[in-house]
């Protein structure tokens, strides 16, 4: 509501089913967001492409992971976005970084176990579109949506897209 654009939030289907329901498998959960990105773009009379796509945690990671398999978006805005499991830096969720080509907005917690700020560096470089890294600081994995600082960097940022 803060950002004074029209925001569409999804919760996956299989989330619906409750909350200790394990995700499907990617190819999956990215069909379904497919859908409702184009089904979005269609109620909005516009082209996927000029959408910014985004979402906190695995929501952020199966945007991110759509655009690079050719959504086509205008961006992204990846909130929390899970480097890799909590003390596991060798499982990284990165194998998808080059093939973006959008610009990229990531916000973390300089305290999330998912990816601390020291290990970010080289993974964004491999990203083609322009990326750009805000660290709130003393949040974790969990950021708080009202967060004056998170609302303002994302809000500037969607602003320079416009």
């Known amino acids: 509501e803060a950002l004074d654009i029209p925001v569409v939030r999804l919760n996956f289907a ?4 409750g909350p200790r329901r394990p995700p499907p498998r990617a190819p999956r959960l990215i069909e379904e967001l497919n859908g409702v990105v184009h089904d979005v773009a269609d109620q909005l009379g516009t082209e996927p492409k000029r959408l910014l796509l985004g979402g906190r945690s695995m929501g952020g990671r199966m945007c991110s992971m759509a655009v690079a398999e050719g959504l086509p978006a205008a961006g992204l805005v990846l909130l929390s976005y899970p480097l890799h499991p909590p003390a596991k830096p060798e499982k990284l969720r990165v194998e998808h ?3 973006i080509k959008v610009p990229a907005l990531f916000v973390s917690g300089d305290r999330d176990p998912f990816g601390k700020p020291d290990e970010w560096p080289a993974h964004l470089a491999n990203i083609k579109g322009k990326v750009d890294m805000v660290w709130l600081p003393g949040d974790a994995h969990d950021p708080n949506k009202n967060d004056p600082e998170l609302v303002a960097a994302v809000r500037r940022w969607v602003r ?3």
């Open 14 to 17: 299989y989330r619906e089913l």
């Open 97 to 99: 970084f080059s093939a």
């Open 160 to 162: 320079r897209r416009r």
